[in-house]
């Protein structure tokens, strides 16, 4: 009897903390499966994704070329691949004189809409200007012709006084947007480029403008040989004149001429051109020339018909 009544007592033990320990062994047994799961994810190495099929096309010279040029600095750069195909002393610093308003355009595009209209709050009549007069107003638009074609100060300086902030906000601006674009060796304390503490390279300068040939609002006016223009009320008109000669010959579309006594003659150049149906654009700057025309026109003959495009596939 006695033995019986102990059988029923492990009978109960049994019935109660049986099922008990198959929920442990279970949860124990899940909390295993999930924890070799991640360490499968980590360990495991997944096959690498396939790159989606594209193209690059990227310029090489089918033959070297040194040009005899006065200019102290110089460089050659594909806008669209950034490389560079010919270069002398590219990171030596130069003053912009007036190619720092290629900065001050592109930084005005980014907040100034072409019709905004603009009070023309001085009147300056150092180096070139369009003429403008204080109290008039002109818009955006016509302010960029009037700093880009006949490189007017006063344009450039009408711009930046609108800004909020004024000239000195619009500066800091310009700046931010060199370091930005990781244009390490440049630097601005004005707009229009009369001032000597601006510098940059030839280099820096290069891959500024081929960023600022992206702009179809830039590259049209940069492009533009003539145009005229009228304040606001129309009856002040201004002829303005491209001051750049090479504009229009042999694909030539841009960009922008500089000089000053410190920084001596600045061209920086657009040349777009079709090669396979593909069409390209390389820009050539020249700093501290003697001639800039002439220099830029050597660089010129010795790439014509010198570049390739090769497809370079990932």
């Not at 033995?3 to 949860?27: C, D, E, T, Y």
């Not at 600095?73 to 308003?101: E, H, W």
């Not at 069409?279 to 830029?296: K, N």
């Amino acid at each position: 009897m006695k033995g019986f009544l102990n059988l029923n007592k492990l009978k109960h033990f049994f019935s109660i903390f049986f099922p008990l320990f198959l929920l442990v062994a279970f949860l124990m047994l899940l909390s295993l499966e999930i924890y070799f799961r991640e360490y499968i994810k980590k360990t495991i190495l997944l096959p690498e994704p396939k790159a989606a099929i594209s193209s690059v096309k990227y310029p090489v010279l089918k033959s070297d070329f040194n040009p005899a040029v006065s200019a102290k600095g110089a460089i050659v750069m594909d806008g669209a691949s950034k490389v560079v195909l010919y270069a002398k002393n590219p990171d030596l610093r130069f003053t912009l004189a007036s190619t720092t308003k290629i900065m001050t355009a592109i930084t005005a595009l980014d907040y100034f809409s072409l019709k905004d209209e603009m009070l023309v709050k001085n009147s300056i009549f150092e180096g070139s200007v369009v003429g403008f007069k204080q109290g008039e107003k002109v818009t955006f638009e016509n302010l960029l012709y009037g700093m880009l074609l006949p490189s007017g100060n006063d344009a450039a300086l009408t711009i930046a006084v609108n800004f909020p902030g004024g000239e000195k906000e619009f500066v800091k601006i310009m700046n931010e947007n060199a370091q930005k674009w990781k244009l390490e060796n440049t630097h601005f304390e004005d707009t229009s480029g009369l001032d000597d503490g601006n510098y940059t390279t030839p280099l820096d300068l290069a891959r500024l403008s081929a960023i600022a040939i992206q702009s179809p609002e830039f590259a049209k006016v940069v492009s533009t040989k003539d145009k005229v223009i009228t304040d606001i009320s129309g009856k002040n008109v201004y002829e303005l004149n491209n001051l750049n000669k090479l504009l229009g010959f042999n694909g030539i579309n841009g960009i922008k001429t500089g000089y000053t006594e410190e920084a001596g003659q600045v061209l920086v150049t657009s040349e777009s051109f079709t090669q396979d149906t593909d069409v390209h654009t390389v820009v050539i700057v020249v700093m501290g020339s003697e001639d800039r025309f002439f220099d830029t026109q050597l660089i010129l003959n010795e790439l014509s018909g010198n570049i390739n495009y090769l497809t370079i596939r990932p």
